[in-house]
């Protein structure tokens, strides 16, 4: 590192693959094209979330498969799940299709993966939802060896192809300062989500302590990394940015009001509040961003639009100003391209 103290934050996007309508075909594409539009802003990387059970407008259920596609679409960003939902998976067979995909992205895959929360999910998959810290702890460590290279439940056994070094791209989505300092103690990297829900202080001042806990219990050589999930929509006004997303923020947090998450009730600006929110011009979206409370330990600025499921076309222009106008402001540049071959070389 040279002439600077604080090395760069980096800058994804997640989409939980989402659209308006019914036609699956076409969400999965729009959901494809934000790659590529993505990789061509110089975004670092970019992170989608598995759903078993469907989201409004789609959800996606296979995210290996979708980021193999993505990987033969794009050239430099980097490809991760935010998250996997590491009980409901052979942690073995999981390993297998990330080595798989990091073969053919050229080692670009950056795993994340987390215990989920649907009772429905884990009925689904056999699996006892009751037991799903227990399951994702021992189903962590079997991921974590295989995707190692050494042998798996039986002699002689290696996941093929031959992973890369995974040491430093694994990732753990945690909901409280006990989840992040066991996350530490293993050595994953810490994942955030964009709301603390069941609490009613401000998203940023409930996992400030978390973060604060990770960074505390970090023990390894390496450079711990937070990924700081964070809904952000930027549009060219307030008004306009209200338009694409405050009917969708509000309608979930009716939904979630159901199961405790959020109060019952609630109006559409404290929606807003409770999903911690940075919606309107560029320039207000950097200022309220300035006043973030965790942002200044992160590593990475992980930005998505969900609850809120936009037009694809307002989600590339949102995209493009993350990209041109919200990101720089706060120090981020994207990486040099690496150089390409002349003829003949």
């Known amino acids: 590192m040279t002439g600077t103290t604080t090395p760069r934050f980096r800058l994804g996007f997640l989409t939980h693959v989402q659209s308006r309508g019914d036609d699956l075909a076409r969400t999965y594409r729009n959901a494809q094209d934000l790659f590529v539009v993505a990789d061509e802003l110089g975004f670092d990387i970019g992170w989608v979330a598995q759903h078993h059970v469907?989201?409004?407008?789609?959800?996606?259920?296979?995210?290996?498969?979708?980021?193999?596609?993505?990987?033969?679409?794009?050239?430099?960003?980097r490809l991760g799940t935010a998250i996997t939902v590491l009980p409901l998976e052979d942690p073995v067979r999981l390993a297998e299709d990330v080595a798989t995909v990091d073969t053919l992205?050229?080692?670009?895959?950056?795993?994340?993966?987390?215990?989920?929360?649907?009772?429905?999910?884990?009925a689904a998959?056999?699996?006892?939802?009751?037991?799903?810290?227990?399951?994702?702890t021992e189903s962590l460590n079997l991921l974590r060896t295989a995707l190692a290279g050494e042998?798996?439940?039986?002699?002689?056994?290696?996941?093929?192809?031959?992973?890369?070094?995974?040491?430093?791209?694994?990732?753990?989505?945690?909901?409280?300062?006990?989840?992040?300092?066991?996350?530490?103690?293993?050595?994953?990297?810490?994942?955030?989500?964009?709301?603390?829900?069941?609490?009613?202080?401000?998203?940023?001042?409930?996992?400030?302590?978390?973060?604060?806990?990770?960074?505390d219990a970090w023990d390894r050589p390496r450079r711990p990394r937070i990924g700081l999930s964070r809904f952000v929509f930027p549009a060219k006004d307030r008004r306009t940015a209200l338009a694409h997303i405050s009917d969708d923020v509000h309608r979930a947090a009716l939904r979630m009001a159901g199961n405790g998450a959020f109060p019952a009730g609630l109006d559409a600006d404290e929606a807003l509040r409770r999903f911690h929110a940075f919606h309107?011009?560029?320039?207000?979206?950097?200022?309220?961003?300035?006043?973030?409370?965790?942002?200044?330990v992160a590593t990475d600025l992980i930005t998505q639009f969900n609850p809120a499921?936009?037009?694809?076309?307002?989600?590339?222009?949102?995209?493009?100003?993350?990209?041109?106008?919200?990101?720089?402001?706060?120090?981020?540049?994207?990486a040099?391209?690496?150089?390409?071959?002349?003829a003949g070389a």
């Open 309 to 334: 499921v936009p037009d694809h076309d307002a989600a590339v222009r949102a995209l493009e100003l993350i990209a041109t106008e919200v990101a720089p402001a706060l120090g981020w540049r994207p």
């Open 125 to 136: 998959f056999g699996r006892d939802v009751a037991r799903k810290r227990e399951l994702t």
């Open 280 to 296: 309107g011009h560029p320039d207000e979206i950097v200022a309220a961003l300035g006043k973030e409370q965790v942002l200044p």
């Open 54 to 77: 469907p989201l409004a407008g789609g959800g996606l259920s296979s995210p290996w498969t979708f980021l193999a596609h993505a990987a033969a679409r794009t050239t430099r960003i």
């Open 151 to 215: 042998e798996v439940r039986t002699p002689g056994f290696r996941v093929q192809p031959a992973p890369g070094d995974f040491t430093d791209r694994l990732w753990q989505g945690v909901f409280s300062a006990e989840g992040a300092a066991h996350a530490a103690a293993g050595g994953s990297h810490l994942l955030l989500n964009r709301a603390a829900y069941g609490y009613d202080a401000p998203t940023d001042e409930v996992q400030r302590p978390w973060a604060d806990a990770y960074l």
């Open 336 to 342: 040099p391209r690496p150089a390409t071959a002349t």
């Open 105 to 122: 992205s050229g080692g670009r895959v950056e795993v994340g993966v987390g215990s989920g929360a649907s009772p429905t999910e884990y």
